[in-house]
């Protein structure tokens, strides 16, 4: 099975971060290297994820009045996107280079973009978001990590909110020794996950990569039970 194209520095700094127990601190020196032009970004497309684009102009979300959030943002084409339906967004990433390179992206944005670690979230962003956009964080990150990003992922949604998932799919059978990452893709149990007592799978989809047709992904979306 194939997966999207990783460049083989981006694996060679996933691996030597791996080795060293720090599975999230290659982010920070792959955007590094590739804001010196010593590397490149295998998932920055320099437009928003052609899924995202898809569900904005069919869903047609009004964020009048309410807020979002994006994971992982990287170089922020997604949140701007997000932004631009009238969210007021907030967009995180592990890699402070990451946040720069946004906003060196988007001057004059009206997204805040911050460093923050989807690990160790401020307590106040819980249940606090009526939109959350999760694209490739989860497959990310090696296989023993995923179920709890997914449950920090889940926490981000408000009562009522949606949160939208987009990753590269796995089929059942493939087991996890098997796969050398990253990414690390989804099975569907791992889409699952995400839901709980009162957020629930409302759509899911899998289709091809117009990149690569071998390559398929799922995009999810899930909704929070208002509670009234």
């Known amino acids: 099975m194939s997966t999207d194209p990783v460049n083989p520095r981006t694996r060679d700094l996933a691996h030597e971060s791996l080795a060293a127990d720090d599975p999230t601190g290659w982010f920070e020196q792959l955007y590094a290297e590739a804001s010196e032009g010593r590397a490149e970004i295998p998932w920055d497309r320099g437009i928003a994820h052609a899924q995202l684009t898809d569900w904005v102009e069919t869903a047609r979300p009004d964020g009048t009045g309410k807020k979002a959030v994006v994971v992982g943002a990287g170089t922020g084409w ?10 007021v967004t907030t967009a995180f990433d592990i890699s402070p280079t990451a946040i720069e390179t946004a906003k060196q992206n988007h001057p004059g944005s009206k997204v805040n973009y911050l460093t923050a670690d989807l690990f160790n979230l401020p307590p106040d962003w819980r249940r606090a978001f009526d939109l959350v956009v999760e694209i490739y964080t989860v497959q990310a990150l090696p296989i023993p990590l995923q179920p709890s990003a997914t449950e920090q992922i889940s926490d981000l949604l408000a009562p009522g909110g949606t949160l939208l998932v ?6 059942d059978d493939v087991p ?6 990253p ?3 989804l099975k569907r149990a791992a889409i699952d996950a995400f839901e709980a007592d009162d957020l629930k799978l409302v759509d899911l989809g899998r289709s091809p990569s117009p990149v690569d047709p071998s390559v398929y992904r799922w995009r999810a979306e899930y909704r929070r039970d208002s509670g009234e």
């Open 166 to 171: 987009i990753a590269v799919a796995r089929e």
């Open 176 to 181: 996890d020794s098997t796969i050398e990452g």
């Open 183 to 185: 990414p690390w893709p």
């Open 78 to 87: 997604d949140a701007e996107l997000v932004a631009d339906r009238g969210f």
